[in-house]
Antibody, heavy 120, light 110 residues
């Protein structure tokens, strides 16, 4: 079955870059119909969409985060990645990767989540 | 402040029916389909409803969704203890050109 798994450091220092990777198994990331997204959830708060990307690199960003986000797809490794720069304590959250059918579609498969804490 | 507005909490007793509302605007719910997610404590969200009222395989028919104009609702019938979770709505927003979520509703089974 389709599975997603986040990986990366669990700690980041203020002003540095947070980098996470999502490894996909059970389906090729090249499948043209899907988009691959990142969503985060600060402790005790609601979900916030960060961005979604497809196999060709077409990307949609949350306007409030766009200036700090870069994202990429590695089709050979069947992975996609998130970089969030100039982090502050407000970026402390559980970061989820997920799959959607189309950029507008629901997220039907989610990773288990990666807790990232920003502290000095 | 979330783009979509949900009540922070809801409650019900086992066997009861409960509804959770999600209010938006013409640029999001009014123009696009709505999905709902269930998030058990410490777990990742799980897709419960997509395209306003469709259920993924494996989701019981006790869960149903509806949409009218700029609002949507999730209904849960025959409440069970393991329905205690956070429920969030989501949709695409044409003005923001991005996906938006509600703030989530914590459902407590009394």
């Amino acid at each position: 079955q389709v599975q997603l798994q986040e990986s990366g450091p669990g700690l980041a220092k203020p002003s540095e870059t947070l980098s996470l990777t999502c490894s996909v198994s059970g389906v090729s990331i090249n499948s043209g119909s899907y988009y691959w997204g990142w969503i985060r959830q600060p402790p005790g708060k609601g979900l916030e969409w960060i961005e979604s990307i497809n196999y060709s690199g077409r990307t949609y960003y949350n306007p409030s985060l766009k200036s700090r986000v870069t994202t990429s797809v590695d089709t050979a490794k069947n992975q996609f990645s998130l970089n969030l720069n100039s982090v502050t304590a407000a970026d402390t959250a559980v970061y989820f990767c997920a799959r959607s059918m189309g950029y507008w579609g629901a997220f039907d498969i989610w990773g288990q989540g990666k807790m990232v804490t920003v502290f000095s | 402040q979330s783009v979509l507005t949900q009540p922070p909490s809801a409650s019900g007793t086992p066997g009861q029916r409960v509804t959770i509302s999600c209010s938006g605007s013409t640029s999001n719910i009014g123009s696009n389909t709505v999905d709902w997610y269930q998030q058990l404590p410490g777990a990742a969200p799980k897709l419960l409803i997509y395209n306003n009222n469709a259920r993924p395989s494996g989701v019981p028919d006790r869960f149903s969704g509806s949409k009218s104009d700029t609002s949507a609702s999730l209904a849960i019938t025959g409440l069970q203890s393991d329905d205690e979770a956070d429920y969030s709505c989501a949709t695409w927003d044409d003005s923001l050109n991005g996906r938006v979520f509600g703030g989530g509703t914590k459902l407590t089974i009394l």
